[in-house]
């Protein structure tokens, strides 16, 4: 059973920054991609952004681009996801997945989600 913990939600302004962490139990993390997706209240889930296993090739959803980056740790079996200059709109709760092989940039592509880690953005 592949367990995927995140953290490093929290309250952050308007402006600044957080990064998140994603952790996974095993090492199947090391051939998948690994995601990150957001919920706000009563939206559907957002695809946030995805890094493939060799983490050559990233992708971000458009509301996040050139604000938030991902990165990877096959050695650790974690994902993070850096986020500057965060906005309000970016409130949401923050999903980790990994177990994605082929397209990785929807919900649906992976096999194991985290729990989710709340992020607020006060303005």
């Known amino acids: 059973q592949v367990q995927v913990v995140e953290s490093g939600g929290g309250l952050v302004q308007a402006g600044g920054s957080l990064r998140l962490s994603c952790a996974a139990s095993?090492?199947?993390?090391?051939?998948?991609?690994m995601g990150w997706f957001r919920q706000a209240p009563g939206k559907e889930r957002e695809f946030v952004a995805a890094i493939t296993w060799g983490g050559a090739d990233t992708f971000y959803g458009d509301s996040v681009k050139g604000r938030f980056t991902i990165g990877r740790d096959n050695a650790k079996n974690t994902a993070y996801l850096h986020m500057n200059r965060v906005k309000p709109e970016d409130t949401a709760v923050y999903y980790c997945?990994?177990?994605?092989?082929?397209?990785?940039?929807?919900?649906?592509?992976?096999?194991?989600w985290g729990q989710g880690t709340q992020v607020t953005v006060s303005s």
């Open positions: 095993e090492g199947v993390v090391r051939t998948s991609a």
């Open positions: 997945a990994v177990g994605a092989w082929d397209t990785i940039t929807t919900a649906a592509d992976y096999t194991y």
